[in-house]
């Protein structure tokens, strides 16, 4: 899993800037009262940001299931671990395939993302697939070579995509509970929500969990900016600092307790944390 939060993170941090710096363009050139539900594309310029930042982070799932694929099969995995994520992303799963010949209703026909607790188990389906056709599928001494490059991803990848097809189905819905039981918790005390939501982006330093409440946060954006902002994305963005600032006062005041490498990193920590990014507390 390391692995594929290591090699997600540029994404996130690439991605995650971009999309402030898209809301902080917008701040400063001024968006109308009636239009603040578009804050971050309104102008052109910070549309431009924030499309770019969107793609980078469109691209977080399928690195991070591709990586632990990789970190279990190595590189014939890779491609298997991409697919994986893509599938999470996109929530396709049997019964939710759009398809044109079953006409209009089947055409129309939307998957639910299974998010990143869908990419993670993905990510672990392909590398454990693509080591069981490695060790399965025998070939003659003289297409060893075909075989790495050709037979373990195209293998792989058929599996992966089938069986993951399966998968989303209940990881679609274990990610569509979280986010009902927290929409629950909005309409009652603040405060509480506020303690959940916090708790869960700090609890993995930006893994599964601090990913469900953060996709909740920003979910509640757009139906609150113009009446004062979200409390729920307020409680993300403080609950998602602290892991990455506390590293950062922690090196400061315990020197003795860190190498020199890790004081570094601290440094490193208090630009991560005040940019909203907890993978920063990653070692």
Do not use: C, W
């Not at 793609?55 to 799932?61: I, W």
């Not at 195209?154 to 995509?161: V, W």
């Amino acid at each position: 899993m390391m692995s594929g939060v290591s090699q997600m993170l540029p994404f996130v941090i690439g991605g995650g800037i971009m999309i402030a710096l898209a809301f902080l363009i917008d701040g400063a050139m001024g968006v109308p009262n009636d239009s603040l539900g578009n804050l971050g594309s309104y102008h052109e310029l910070a549309s431009m940001f924030m499309k770019i930042g969107g793609a980078a982070f469109g691209l977080m799932l399928p690195v991070f299931a591709g990586y632990v694929a990789y970190s279990i099969a190595e590189k014939p995995g890779l491609v298997a671990g991409f697919v994986a994520g893509a599938i999470a992303k996109e929530g396709f799963a049997f019964g939710k395939i759009p398809y044109a010949q079953g006409g209009e209703a089947t055409s129309a026909l939307a998957g639910v993302s299974s998010g990143f607790l869908g990419a993670l188990v993905g990510g672990f389906i392909a590398g454990a697939l693509v080591l069981l056709v490695k060790k399965y599928v025998k070939v003659p001494r003289s297409l060893e070579g075909a075989k790495s490059i050709l037979l373990l991803p195209l293998f792989g990848t058929i599996l992966t995509g089938f069986v993951m097809l399966a998968v989303n189905i209940p990881m679609a819905a274990i990610n569509t509970g979280m986010n009902n039981f927290l929409g629950g918790l909005e309409g009652g005390s603040a405060v509480l929500l506020g303690v959940v939501l916090g708790g869960m982006m700090a609890v993995d330093m930006g893994g599964p969990v601090n990913k469900a409440a953060y996709v909740f946060g920003t979910g509640t954006l757009a139906a609150t900016v113009s009446t004062g902002g979200s409390v729920a994305m307020a409680a993300v963005m403080a609950g998602g600092m602290v892991p990455p600032l506390a590293i950062f006062v922690a090196t400061l005041l315990f020197k003795d307790k860190f190498t020199k490498e890790e004081r570094n990193s601290g440094l490193t920590n208090i630009v991560m944390g005040l940019s909203f990014i907890t993978e920063g507390a990653i070692p």
